[in-house]
């Protein structure tokens, strides 16, 4: 009975072990969960489309992981979509948006996009991005489809003075 209490004890302590081990060699590392929350909030991005256009781009990153978008367009409305932080410490993003008809206000589609960011050690969020807009057949409109670079930085908290 002794001999089982013993190896019992000695388990633990090799398991308490093992656990301080592994923690001390992941210390200064960031976890996922970590920039997850460096991440959400609100974001004030700049589109560079390979075509030469450039846009001003607004994204709300939920903690939960869901966003809202927005873009100074007439023809989309807010952009929906959801987030996450991959193992390899990218933010990757789906995000769609009705497309509407600026002359009619009607509806006129779907726009669907996606982004591959990396936060860097200023901590401002950049990356690549691809959309597409899609008539209401699902065609796509070639007006409407691209790819880029997008960059941005935290929206700052500014007190009243």
Known sequence: MNSN??????AVFSL??????GAKSREGAVE?????????GSWSFTINQTDGEVYP?????????GLIASCDTPFLAPLHGNWMVTQDHQVVLSFEAEVFD??????DGIFKGSMNLTLDDTGSLGGKINFTGFDP???????????GTIAG?????????
Do not use: Q, Y
């Open 5 to 10: 209490k013993f190896f019992a004890m000695a």
């Open 16 to 21: 308490v072990a093992m656990l301080a081990t």
């Open 32 to 40: 996922p969960a970590g920039l997850k929350s460096k991440v959400a």
């Open 57 to 65: 781009f607004h994204i709300t990153f939920d903690a939960g992981g």
């Open 102 to 107: 600026p002359a009619t206000d009607n509806p």
């Open 137 to 147: 057949n699902g065609a796509p409109i070639d007006e409407l489809t691209a790819t």
């Open 153 to 161: 930085a935290r929206v700052s908290i500014v007190p009243v003075p």
